[in-house]
């Protein structure tokens, strides 16, 4: 069974996230020159560095990021399956841009609001 001691030991990939004496925002560890619209990182990031360190391990043969914003848990997931391929998926154009210049090596895909459908379909 998968328990905390597994959860704590699969934490050290996310370790960039942890909390530390001058804590800086997941932003400012990745990218100093963000938009400011992305304010709160560490709070926005915090739920998917919990989430992601109690998944049992295994190898996904590929990831999919619905929602993945600017890419801060698109990167948490690239670390944590670093054999997959990773897509991130949003409807924000700002924010895929974003993310495709933190994570040039993953593939990011928008999708319209209104018919959920990818703009581009991945192949």
Excluded: W
Excluded at 8 to 18: K, M, P, V
Excluded at 47 to 74: E, H, M, N, Q, W
């Amino acid at each position: 069974m998968y328990g905390p001691d597994q959860a704590a030991a699969g934490a050290g990939a996310f370790s960039r996230f942890a909390k530390d004496p001058e804590p800086k925002s997941a932003k400012e560890n990745v990218m100093p020159s963000a938009p400011s619209r992305y304010a709160f990182e560490d709070e926005r990031t915090q739920p998917a560095v919990d989430l992601l360190s109690r998944i049992p391990k295994f190898a996904p043969g590929r990831v999919v990021d619905l929602g993945c914003g600017p890419g801060y848990s698109t990167e948490l997931i690239a670390r944590l399956y670093p054999r997959a391929e990773i897509i991130g998926v949003d409807p924000s154009a700002s924010a895929l841009q974003t993310a495709q210049t933190l994570l040039p090596g993953i593939q990011f895909e928008q999708v319209d609001r209104v018919s959920g459908r990818l703009t581009n379909p991945m192949t």
